[in-house]
């Protein structure tokens, strides 16, 4: 049975959705254009217009049980094609910023992707209290008199092991929040017929959609623009490779010893820097080379994660090069700068921001993948990955 046949018309959908930004595919007229010139799918499915006719015509429940805006990747083909100017890309963009309002159990994603000002806020908030937890602590924890904090500089040694914890509590509680909306989201978009027919052994056998999703990003392959998939994959493997060292190996990594360049401490740094660096020029240059007009709608939540990601590569690095160069007190500046640049990135956008998609978009194709395997409705299934 088709799940929009069991939904009611919600007159308050539209307006719900437009609080998260650009909405407006009103002159549609279903000519099929976006479709067709989709690399996701086929000539037999509606994507992209499915999930936005749902909202169109108040369809709720349908709409927070779609995972389509998961599967576009922005690539903004369909918004060049369409002949009125609907902007399917923008649509599914601010689907996506109103999906991932609902996955969130907190109410906290909701204020913030609805609000600029509450964003930006939550921001400046963070590092702010960033900032006043370094300070205290070499004010009163370190008991460093207030006129050398400027002039005298410490090893970085002298953080351990606080600076354990702390690195620990902000990677690892965001994406503990991240992970806890996982069975949310699955009561949220499989029905609860769904959920009772699918047998286990469907999510059992297509698991590995999901890690594949997760660690090659493989439908994103499917984009024309194939640096776009190289830069964004050398993106996310350099910041896991980040993560993953900071977490397991702080103390060898953050330290005042200098290494000579082949040692692995330096080089494995060099790598996921550079590999950073690199996907974020291919994100920035791709945008440069595509048609302008279709980028102008992008709003500050979305900028944010790129931009605050620059900065803590950079501040970080910047602390490296002065420390090999000897400037000691130089260093120990940018390293406050980075931690300060750093923590908001991880405690918002990776809580509540853009960078949430790393969990939801592998999770949504894993779902579909999970769906189309147990014989369920197809929505969009040419575009799962083991189909295709
Ligand atoms: C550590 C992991 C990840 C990082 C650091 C990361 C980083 C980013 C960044 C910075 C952007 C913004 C690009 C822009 O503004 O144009 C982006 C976009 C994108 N990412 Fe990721 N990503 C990660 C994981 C993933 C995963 C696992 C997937 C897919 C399965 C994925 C799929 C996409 C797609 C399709 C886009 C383009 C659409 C959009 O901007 O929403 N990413 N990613
Ligand atoms: S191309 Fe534009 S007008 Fe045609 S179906 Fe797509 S959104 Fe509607
Ligand atoms: S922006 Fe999304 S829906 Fe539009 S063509 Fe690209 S992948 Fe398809």
Redesign the pocket.
């Known amino acids: 049975m088709a799940v929009e046949t069991l939904s009611v018309c919600d007159p308050t959908l539209l307006a719900d959705i437009r609080r998260y930004g650009k909405f407006d595919p009103t002159g549609c007229y279903q000519c099929g254009s976006c479709t067709l010139t989709c690399d996701l799918v086929d000539d037999t499915v509606t994507f992209p217009r499915r999930s936005i006719r749902y909202a169109l015509l108040g369809l709720r429940q349908p709409l927070v049980q779609s995972l389509d805006p998961w599967v576009?990747?922005?690539c903004g083909e369909c918004s060049i094609a369409c002949p009125r100017q609907a902007e399917p890309r923008i649509s599914m963009?601010t689907l996506?910023r109103f999906l991932s309002a609902q996955y969130d159990w907190t109410g906290i994603a909701p204020t913030l992707l609805q609000s600029t000002a509450w964003y930006v806020g939550s921001l400046i908030f963070v590092a702010a209290l960033t900032f006043l937890l370094i300070l205290g602590y070499h004010l009163w924890y370190v008991k460093m008199p207030a006129t050398q904090l400027v002039t005298t500089p410490l090893g970085l040694e002298h953080m351990f092991p606080l600076m354990t914890y702390y690195t620990l509590t902000v990677i690892l509680v965001p994406l503990l929040l991240l992970l806890s909306r996982v069975l949310r989201i699955w009561r949220l978009t499989m029905s609860a017929e769904e959920r009772a027919h699918i047998p286990f052994s469907a999510y059992v056998a297509e698991f590995g959609t999901y890690v594949d999703?997760?660690v090659t990003?493989s439908?994103?392959r499917k984009c024309p623009d194939r640096g776009r998939w190289l830069g964004?994959w050398g993106?996310?493997l350099g910041?896991?490779m980040m993560?993953t060292i900071k977490v397991f190996g702080l103390k060898w990594f953050q330290t005042d010893n200098l290494y000579p360049f082949y040692n692995p401490q330096r080089w494995l740094g060099y790598l996921a820097t550079g590999l950073i660096l690199y996907?974020?020029g291919e994100?920035f240059l791709?945008?440069l080379r595509a048609q302008k007009e279709i980028y102008k709608e992008t709003r500050f939540q979305?900028?944010a994660?790129?931009i605050l990601?620059v900065l803590t590569v950079l501040s970080g690095l910047a602390a490296h090069i002065f420390r090999y160069a000897g400037f000691g007190l130089t260093c120990h500046l940018l390293y406050a700068l980075h931690i300060v640049i750093a923590t908001p990135m991880l405690l918002v956008e990776m809580s509540f921001g853009?960078?949430a998609?790393?969990v939801y978009?592998?999770l949504a194709?894993y779902f579909l993948a999970v769906r189309q395997r147990a014989g369920r409705q197809a929505p969009a299934a040419e575009v799962v990955p083991h189909a295709v």
Do not use: E, N
Request: glycine fraction near 6%; hydrophobic fraction near 45%; include cysteine.
């Open positions: 576009c990747h922005d963009l996506r999703q997760s990003h439908l994103m964004h993106l996310a910041t896991v993560l996907g974020m994100i791709g945008r979305d900028l994660f790129p990601l853009k960078w998609h790393m978009r592998p194709l």
